[in-house]
């Protein structure tokens, strides 16, 4: 073979190459559906009522597809017609990960095969509330979720004072994490320059949540995107953030309780809109997805039915 033919053949192959990793990403880009998986299966939330609710506003968004693997404990039984792709799923198969998962560890396989394709921008993660509350002894996914429910002494704490300004809290000062104020509270958006806020209104009534406080953690590379004020830590508090893990793409907010099938805090168009935009800039980067015209404003809330 003649070194000239060689370097031809070289060439054609990496430009092949190169366009098909074009493709790829353009193929992600535009406006082909995304590849949702959920997690779930414990959860000492109602995961039961969660999921097909998540699963269909993701589906009518247009913009995904949806898979769920479900990961109940040794005993339980899934639900009746209920449809899951074996646990452990294979992650290659996904453009993100939500998960509303609250439980035993995974497997050390599926840990590693999120931690590797996190990295390296080939998957995006959502976490949701409670999801926020699992793996404490992971150290990767403490990293991956900027900061959970966790002890006082496990982390730093972020807060945003009167002027808007964020004070990190070393461990062990202050309180461990907990929801201290329940009710419909305001979201004020920090952030409206960000892909999932850009459109929002400065201040939106979220319908009737548990507000988590003292989220605590590494707290690297984290961006706050929306903070609340809660009444009791008198602070306002991270609502939504994002996380970059490496290459990937984590968007994160502990709003989302649920409990006995009362779905009120999902059923909020605010929070409704957050998912969906959250879970597309996880995958993408970019959000198509508008903010909706029924999008509550500063003292108007806004809800839509369970089914
Ligand atoms: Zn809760």
Redesign the pocket.
């Known amino acids: 073979m003649s070194r000239r033919f060689t370097w031809c053949a070289l060439l054609l192959l990496l430009g092949l190459a190169s366009r098909g990793w074009l493709l790829a990403d353009d193929a992600r880009e535009s406006k082909e559906k995304l590849r949702v998986l959920i997690i779930d299966g414990q959860n000492n939330?109602d995961w039961r009522a969660m999921t097909p609710f998540m699963k269909k506003l993701f589906e009518k968004s247009g913009r995904f597809t949806v898979d769920v693997s479900t990961n109940v404990r040794k005993g339980d039984k899934l639900p009746e017609g209920w449809m899951s792709v074996p646990f452990p799923p294979d992650l290659e198969k996904y453009d993100v990960l939500v998960s509303n998962y609250n439980g035993a560890s995974w497997p050390d396989k599926l840990n590693k095969q999120l931690e590797e394709r996190l990295e390296t921008g080939k998957i995006g993660l959502v976490i949701i509330?409670?999801a926020n509350n699992s793996f404490g002894g992971w150290k990767e996914y403490n990293r991956m979720i900027g900061m959970g429910w966790r002890d006082k002494n496990y982390g730093d704490r972020l807060l945003l004072d009167e002027s808007g300004k964020a004070v990190r809290i070393p461990k062990g000062q202050g309180d461990s994490t907990g929801?201290r104020d329940t009710r419909p509270f305001q979201v004020v958006v920090r952030d409206g320059d960000h892909p999932v806020t850009k459109g929002m209104p400065r201040e939106w009534l979220h319908a009737r949540d548990?507000l988590y406080d003292n989220l605590r953690g590494p707290i690297e590379n984290v961006h706050v995107l929306a903070t609340a004020y809660s009444k009791g830590t008198k602070v306002h508090e991270p609502m939504i953030f994002t996380v970059s893990f490496g290459k990937g793409r984590v968007f994160h907010t502990p709003m989302g309780?649920s409990?006995g099938g009362d779905i009120t805090a999902l059923r909020c168009v605010g929070f409704i809109t957050t998912m969906l935009r959250g879970t597309e800039w996880a995958a993408t980067g970019k959000v198509t997805l508008p903010v909706p015209e029924n999008f509550p404003g500063p003292d108007k809330a806004s809800s839509v039915p369970t089914k």
Request: charge should be negative.
């Open positions: 939330h509330h409670a929801h548990e309780h409990m």
